[in-house]
């Protein structure tokens, strides 16, 4: 019998040390420190993404253009060609979260008359910016999203390899990266 208590106690602490390990291994995900949103708006292309199941259909060519709408929140028009060479394009709205300066934003591609549930609006975190607002990176607070972009459609080596390094070192597994690719229209 005390062999039994013996692994139990056993198995309860290596369950309690693994516990412990892994939520200490969750370092929380750090956005910049403000957004001006101002600067952020315009023509952003995808370099890299995890991939996800709202974007299986695209092929090439993604892009998301943010303008301020007369509410003051931000429309978002993300497009990618397909394979078969048109356009898919989906509209939302994006808003931010606490300070005018935050650079946590939420996202929502469903309707306006859904809005009110919580449910339908993504997190859209800014963890990454150069300081002349030509690269971003964008994920949210569970590292489940990441999307690398840029004002141009390709973005040199050294700089791509600066922010995966700055990814690994906010725990961002880069190996799930899969890059975009970009078509001559």
Known sequence: MSKIYLALFSACIFIFSFSAHAQGSDVPVKTIPTL????YLGTWYEIAKYLNWFQKKCASNTKAVYTVRPDGNLKVL????????????????????????????EVRFAPAWLSFIPMVWGDYWIIDLDSQYQRAVVSDPRREYLWILSRTPQINQRAYDDILQRLQSQQFDIRKLELTSQTVN
């Open 36 to 39: 001006d949103v101002q600067r």
């Open 78 to 105: 993300n497009s990618c060609k397909i394979a078969d060479g048109t356009v898919s394009e989906a509209e939302g709205v994006a808003r931010q979260v606490g300070a005018k300066d935050s650079p946590k934003l």
